[in-house]
């Protein structure tokens, strides 16, 4: 205990020489970027005890080190960067910089087969435990070809990268096809609203590429500042979580500018749909499949059904992955007889748009009704008084599942429960409205902005639900 506080022990008894900075190192980088993560729950103190399995030398970066007596002897050499944002840098690791000014100019390519594994990516795990997702060269390529055809980037465009490149939205749509075609990019290596607006006036940038949460926060700082974004912005892209249609909508009002928001998955390699404002957009949806994409929707036993009807969206093309890294039970899950299945539910209208509904995970069933989170949570955010809203669900006393809404209000405004209920009733069948409804400054979201519904949850409420087609009036 450190006064009332409650400290958190990080036990590490056979340790490397390196964990020495290690532990301390990755503790301090979780609080910075915590910040950003919106998250409720506060990092808590932290106490680490370290023992060691083995003989190491830490060295600053201009000690000179006999490397070879040291191997000899059984120490290790853990060697500390003159610059940078700090940390160890183990033994036989390469500085970018310093392979870059003594490269050979007479640089070739590595050959290697499409097939073989480019990068390995860890899903986000917001339903579950982490998978290593194995993406080829091949899947790049093939992503790369669809975003020259729906969404050409120009060797003229400044991109701006404030996505983390871990995750296959900034890897693949920004760094990757950023090179592939030439352009200008402008990385921020750490994102604060204020970072990101001042950096596309700086460079005067034509592509912006986000999750709705920063769209969010650009249209608070802008509300602020009484300012907009420069002409030079021709295109903003979202993806990485829907979008709500309240902000889609306000943005493209108060800067003047189109949005196209992209639907895929680590899975995909990123896009497979794209929604673009200004052309045959549609309110709500995902747009068509890109070209090079073939997009069904299946039921329970595999079988296409007719439009209009709901499903599984399931997804083939060369960006989808050959699977799980040391992982084939998961693999054979999601891949069958060539299509990917993605876990989305939704639906194809008659002219080939689709719409995503929910995630089939994240269904709530009542009374023998599928309930969809996405629904409700847009019918609330499109209350003027509310900035942000997740819905998961909940248990009763009876121990049933029902509906419970965490909502955040904008800044300076109030509501309360009963009145936003009110306006949920005029929007919402009786069975879909919320039982339960909480208040919150924050919601807690991946990285990349995905609400962590599995943080928001009460209770163990079950997966295996049965996927029920909703009988709702005409008039709904």
């Not at 609080?31 to 830490?58: H, N, W």
């Not at 608070?220 to 979008?243: D, E, F, N, W």
């Not at 709530?364 to 009704?369: D, N, Q």
Request: charged share 25%.
């Amino acid at each position: 205990m450190k006064g009332n506080t409650t400290l958190r022990l990080i036990l590490n008894p056979k340790g490397e020489p390196v964990d020495v900075l290690a532990y301390p190192s990755a503790l301090v980088e979780g609080r910075i970027a915590g910040k950003y993560m919106l998250s409720k729950e506060k990092l808590p103190d932290t106490l680490v005890i370290q023992g060691f399995s083995s003989k190491g030398i830490i060295a600053g970066a201009d000690t000179e080190i006999d490397r070879e007596t040291a191997k000899k002897e059984g120490v290790k050499l853990v060697k500390i960067p003159r610059s940078g944002r700090g940390g160890p840098v183990p033994v036989g690791t390469l500085d970018f910089s310093d392979l870059m000014k003594h490269a050979s100019r007479k640089f070739r390519n590595a050959e290697c087969d499409p097939e073989d594994p480019a990068v390995i990516l860890y899903t986000s795990g917001t339903t579950g435990k982490p998978k290593g997702v194995v993406l080829t060269h091949k899947n790049f390529i093939s992503q790369g070809d669809m975003v020259d055809r729906i969404m050409p980037m120009l060797p003229e465009d400044r991109v701006i990268l404030v996505l983390p490149l871990f995750h296959v939205y900034g890897l693949s749509n920004g760094l990757v096809c950023g090179m592939r075609f030439g352009c200008a990019m402008s990385l921020i290596p750490q994102y604060s609203p204020a970072k990101l607006l001042d950096n596309v006036i700086e460079v005067k940038a034509t592509l912006l590429i986000a999750v709705p949460t920063m769209y969010m926060h650009i249209l608070h700082l802008a509300r602020a500042r009484k300012t907009t974004i420069p002409k030079s912005l021709r295109l903003c892209v979202s993806g990485g979580a829907p979008l709500p249609l309240s902000t889609l909508n306000e943005f493209m009002e108060t800067f003047q500018t189109q949005i196209a928001e992209g639907y895929g998955l680590t899975e995909t390699t990123s896009a497979v749909s794209l929604n673009k404002t200004g052309e045959a957009f549609k309110a709500g949806s995902i747009g068509p499949a890109s070209p090079g994409v073939e997009m069904e929707v299946f039921d329970e036993e595999g079988n296409a059904v007719p439009d209009g009807t709901e499903g599984e969206i399931v997804i083939k093309g060369g960006m989808v992955t050959p699977g799980y890294w040391n992982n084939p039970e998961e693999s054979a899950e999601v891949l069958k007889n060539g299509w990917f299945y993605s876990g989305d539910l939704g639906y194809r209208d008659t002219e080939g748009f689709f719409f995503i509904t929910d995630r089939k995970k994240d269904l709530i069933v009542r009374g023998g009704f599928n309930i969809s989170p996405r629904e409700v949570e847009e019918v609330i955010m499109s209350h003027p008084d509310v900035d942000e809203a997740a819905v998961v669900a909940a248990v009763d006393k009876r121990e049933r599942e029902t509906v419970k809404a965490f909502v955040v209000l904008r800044e300076g405004r109030e509501i309360t429960t009963k009145e936003l209920l009110a306006y949920c009733e005029e929007n919402l069948a009786e069975y879909k409205l919320p039982k339960v409804v909480e208040f919150t400054e924050t919601l807690p979201k991946s990285a990349t902005g995905k609400v962590l519904r599995r943080e928001l949850r009460e209770g163990d409420v079950p997966d295996d639900r049965l996927i029920v087609q909703e009988k709702e009036d005409s008039d709904e």
